[in-house]
């Protein structure tokens, strides 16, 4: 059974800065691409950064230069360093494998005023 826990979410002000966490358990972190993906209410459910085992990185034109995807395989766990945030990326984040999903976990909840 795979488990994601994500962390880090929070409101915060246009152009500042989060930093998100997921701590996934099992033996799939080590061996899978990993993923952020975001949903906005009434939009479909998107994959906004990549970082396969040897990492490197894919990332969605909209977050393009002010996000940051990483991962330590010694913790099980991986990161998303998002600056000069815009209230567009409102959004509930989910980290996951990618590009397949599997179980989802709870996700964390991203909130930009303008």
């Known amino acids: 059974q795979v488990q994601l826990v994500e962390s880090g979410g929070g409101l915060v002000r246009a152009g500042g800065s989060l930093r998100l966490s997921c701590a996934a358990s099992?033996?799939?972190?080590?061996?899978?691409?990993m993923g952020w993906y975001r949903q906005a209410p009434g939009d479909q459910r998107e994959l906004v950064a990549s970082?396969?085992?040897?990492?490197?990185?894919n990332y969605a034109d909209s977050v393009k230069g002010r996000f940051t995807i990483s991962r330590d395989n010694a913790k099980n766990t991986v990161y998303l360093q998002m600056n000069s945030l815009k209230p567009e990326d409102t959004a509930v984040y989910y980290c996951?494998?990618?590009?397949?999903?599997?179980?989802w976990g709870q996700g964390t909840q991203v909130t930009v005023s303008s």
């Open positions: 099992g033996t799939i972190f080590k061996i899978f691409s």
């Open positions: 970082i396969t085992p040897g990492s490197s990185t």
């Open positions: 996951n494998t990618a590009p397949h999903p599997v179980s």
